[in-house]
């Protein structure tokens, strides 16, 4: 026997196959919503562990933050790695720096003088003593002017005789040359900067006598009065910045000397003796400042009072002025083979009344103390010299004076 089939009656005209199918699929309904609400549960239960698997991932790192060091942690980022690696710690502040590269490093080797046998030759009994330097064109850093405050860095405007402005960007100098460059090397600045002594020089270029040179700050800025300028003196065609040179109270002793500092020895190093015979002896040893020599001086327990030293006026060095009355000499000289007293610039006599004016201490701008030349064997006593051109003209230089 066939199958059932389903089609339209010939005689009724009813598409029974089309009935059947709808019934079927009425009856298969509660099927379908089943199935339909299998596939939900199943895409809820997907979702679930989803959220699962993240909360435990939270929960792991959200674990760390018992830890001090992750809640202070700090990261940098550095525009060009290549000129500059940072690190932070944990007290860094936070925000942007920005850092303006003055110099590239450069190598450097230093040679010693060669040995005539490097096995059986020995160098010697004593303290071999290496030091930078030993240039007479020294170039001063900006944070050795002024006593040791410096020099603030920022923009100054800058009139020549011509009458025009230009303003010369100091903000990225260290030392006297870079300012003079930076001036020297602005367009239109129509003025030559230089150096003399413990001042800067401006000098017109511009052959032009409409005005006065001049230099004024920008943006209530000091950096040109730090450097003397708007202080200084105009005469002529120049510009004579102030004394910027000096020592103060603040002064490091490592400073002094072209940066040779003081050397002391073990024990006390330097003896005072006032005019009244009384002897003091001085222990500089530690100190870091001038101030604190002067008070070591000042304070000494063998100090009675009479004796009191001070930066002298000129701010080239130290003064000892002695009040006790004696018919003697007021007299500085080493202790213990120190030679502290040498480089403090007191080691001697008075030069009368009692009064001690001390060495000059510190060089001029771009420059080296007598002293320390020819190996530290310095010129004793400088005298004049005779100098003759190629005509045969004369002039006698007297550097008597020079220090």
């Given at each position: ?75 940098v980022q550095v525009s060009d790695p290549f000129a500059i690696n940072v690190t932070a710690t944990a ?137 003397g300028l708007t202080t200084g003196t105009f005469a002529g065609s120049s510009l004579t910045g102030s ?161």
């Amino acid at each position: 026997m066939s199958g059932i089939s389903t089609g339209i009656g010939l005689f009724s005209g009813i598409n029974s196959g089309d009935i059947i199918t709808k019934l079927l699929s009425i009856e298969a309904q509660p099927r379908t919503l089943a199935q339909n609400r299998l596939e939900q549960q199943t895409s809820v239960k997907a979702s679930l562990l989803g959220v699962s698997a993240k909360l435990l991932s939270l929960q792991g790192s959200a674990g760390a933050f018992r830890n001090s060091n992750v809640l202070n942690a700090r990261t940098v980022q550095v525009s060009d790695p290549f000129a500059i690696n940072v690190t932070a710690t944990a007290t860094a502040a936070l925000g942007s720096t920005q850092f303006r590269a003055i110099r590239q490093s450069q190598s450097q080797r230093f040679v010693s003088n060669g040995f005539a046998d490097v096995d059986t030759t020995p160098v010697g009994a004593g303290t071999i003593t290496i030091k930078q330097g030993g240039f007479v064109d020294a170039d001063t850093s900006l944070d050795a002017l002024n006593g040791g405050t410096g020099v603030p860095l920022g923009k100054i405007r800058i009139t020549n005789r011509a009458g025009t402005q230009t303003v010369v960007d100091l903000t990225g100098v260290k030392t006297i040359t870079d300012v003079t460059r930076a001036i020297n090397g602005t367009a239109n600045v129509g003025v030559v900067a230089n150096t003399n002594g413990d001042r800067v020089v401006l000098t017109d270029s511009t052959g032009q006598t409409t005005a006065n040179i001049s230099v004024a700050e920008i943006d209530g800025g000091t950096t040109g009065a730090a450097l003397g300028l708007t202080t200084g003196t105009f005469a002529g065609s120049s510009l004579t910045g102030s004394d910027v040179v000096y020592v103060s109270g603040s002064t490091q002793l490592a400073r002094l000397n072209d940066g040779h500092g003081i050397h002391a020895a073990t024990g006390d190093d330097i003896q005072i003796t006032l005019k009244d015979a009384t002897t003091i002896s001085v222990d500089v040893s530690g100190k870091t400042t001038l101030q604190e020599i002067v008070t070591a001086i000042n304070s000494d327990s063998e100090n009675s009072g009479n004796l009191v030293a001070s930066i002298d006026p000129s701010g080239n060095g130290l003064r000892l002025t002695d009040s006790s009355g004696g018919g003697g000499t007021l007299t500085v000289s080493a202790l213990s083979g120190s030679h502290a007293a040498q480089d403090l610039g007191i080691l001697g006599s008075e030069q009368g009344g009692g009064v001690l004016v001390g060495r000059r201490i510190l060089a001029g701008l771009n420059s080296v103390l007598l002293r320390n030349l020819n190996g530290g064997s310095g010129v004793t006593t400088p005298g004049s010299v005779q100098l003759t051109d190629r005509s045969g003209a004369t002039a006698t230089v007297d550097f008597s004076t020079a220090g």
